[in-house]
Structures are given as C-alpha cells and as structure tokens.
C-alpha cells in the first residue's frame, strides 16, 4: 500500500515566521506534489518535482518554495508566512506515466496538514 | 474561467436514492478524467477513472461527453458511507499536472 506521510497534521505559526512542510512517501515515486485546498477554491497546485533536485512551479508558487534532496522527501518553504497562506496542505505522489500506464495519474495523498497564521 | 466546474451542491438524498452529478471542463485538449472522493478532513481518493464510452464501479457509473466537455458520476442506492465530497479531476495529455474541481457533496441520510 502507498503510503505518504506529512509531518504535522496541524500547526500554528504567527506571521513572518518560516514553516517547513515535509512530505514522505514510501512507494519510490519519482512525482511529489504541493497543494493547499481552500474552500470554494479546489486543490491549486503549488509546485511539484519529477526528479531529486528538480522542481517546477504550479499555479500559484509566489511565497513558497520547495525542496527535494531525496526521492522519497518533498519539503515545502514558507520564507515568511502570511495569514493568507492559512490553509490546508496536502502532499501527493505518483508514478510517471511510463511506468504506470492507464493509472499513470493516481495520485496517492497525504493526511493533510492544516496550518494556521495568526 | 476556471479548468474544472462542479455544482457544489450539497446533495441530500435518503438512502437508497439514486444522485447524479456533473462537471465541465473548459480545456479540449484534456485527455484523463477522473473522480476522487475526500471524505471530511481526510485526503482525497481516487474512485474512479472515466473512459470514453462510460464505465461502472458497482454502484457508481461515470459518464464522458467530449462534445459538450463535461463528465458524470451517478450514484445508485446510496449507502449512508457514500457522504463525501467528490472531486472531479482533468488531466492534459503527457501532462503530470491534475487540475482539480472544488467538488460536490453529497450528504446521504437514513
């Protein structure tokens, strides 16, 4: 069973601050995803990484940044937190498409981190 | 315009009832559809893919119209464990991205 892991399941940071989000799975995945889901909104894709060390933005990257120095690891940065980046965060990962055919794009979630900024 | 469109909802139908649901898609280009289904508080799973000529999962049945660019998810005798949000979700084709709906509800009650 695929199983991705985040580090906290609810924080609480005041504004300026810097977070770290980890992500771990276990499935030797080469794709890793961040994403925050805001009600109303969906899941807006935030980065994402193919590779160790390679990353690409999603829609909406500005004031995050991320980190991939292992495979199994994809941390996301919050240089300084705003209140507007209060929100649920959620990690995913997958298989590429070679390797998974017509399942190529299930993407296996985390539990979610909620994070607070006061 | 947004990528994917769902009503909302909620959804409430007692148990047994059939609910049926919709969303579009603005990108013709899309090539995968799918459903996921997050309970509350809980991450998103996926249900099932949509292909093109339609398929069934048991009770759940997804519909695909590219003409009209919009997917279906129907419902059969609903279980009291069939409440939960359910996303629908687009991908382009040789594309890792997702683009996701902001889902439907649907809230069963005995």
């Known amino acids: 069973d695929v199983k991705v892991t985040q580090s906290s399941r609810y924080l609480v940071k005041r504004t300026g601050e810097k977070v770290f989000l980890e992500c771990v799975q276990d499935m030797d995945h080469e794709n890793m995803f961040w994403y925050r889901q805001d009600p109303g909104l969906g899941l807006r894709l935030i980065y994402f990484s193919y590779d160790v060390k390679m990353k690409e933005k999603g829609d909406i990257p500005e004031g995050y940044s991320v980190s991939r120095e292992k495979k199994e690891r994809f941390s996301l940065i919050l240089e300084s937190a705003s209140t507007n980046q209060t929100s649920m965060y959620l990690c995913?990962?997958?298989?590429?498409?070679?390797?998974?055919?017509?399942?190529?794009?299930?993407?296996?979630f985390g539990p979610g981190t909620r994070l607070t900024v006061t | 315009r947004k990528e994917v469109e769902q009503d909302p909802g909620p959804f409430n139908v007692p148990e047994g009832a059939t609910v049926a649901f919709n969303c579009t898609y603005s990108n013709s280009a899309s090539q995968s559809f799918f459903w996921y289904r997050q309970d509350c508080r809980k991450e998103p799973k996926l249900l099932m893919s949509?292909?093109?000529s339609g398929n069934e999962d048991g009770r759940f049945t997804a519909q695909l119209n590219r003409a009209s660019q919009y997917i279906s998810l129907l419902i059969r005798d609903s279980k009291l464990s069939d409440s939960a949000t359910y996303l629908c979700?687009?991908?382009?084709?040789?594309?890792?991205?997702?683009?996701f709906g902001a889902g439907t509800t649907v809230t069963v009650r005995a």
């Open positions: 949509v292909y093109s």
């Open positions: 979700v687009v991908n382009l084709f040789n594309d890792y991205k997702l683009s």
């Open positions: 995913a990962s997958t298989l590429p498409r070679a390797l998974a055919g017509v399942r190529g794009y299930e993407q296996y």
